[in-house]
């Protein structure tokens, strides 16, 4: 089913912002609050839901080490504030 939707691009703050009814995202199968992937190209902006990454998606570009930053290691080391648990 395709579904046409003329509309244009608003401010929003500092952003622009476009406005999406609910027809048009049930017609391409979106739900509220789903994640989605947004891709832009030369002319064009592909709005696609956010596949599932697996574990190994995740890993792909870990090379089997990790150096903390400062700002982990603050985090790390910091002490409890209220009624943490560790």
């Given amino acids: 089913m395709s ?3 003329d509309t244009s691009i608003k401010v929003w703050g500092n952003s622009n912002a476009i406005r999406l009814s609910k027809e048009l995202l049930a017609a391409a199968g979106f739900k509220e609050n789903e994640k989605i992937e947004i891709i832009a190209e030369s002319e064009q902006i592909i ?17 089997g080490f990790y150096e903390p930053t400062e700002e982990d290691n603050a985090w790390l080391n910091m002490k409890a504030m209220g ?3 560790w």
């Fill in 47 to 63: 709005i696609k839901k956010q596949a599932k990454k697996t574990l190994e998606d995740m890993f792909k570009n870990y090379q």
């Fill in 3 to 5: 579904y046409v939707l």
């Fill in 83 to 85: 009624a943490e648990k």
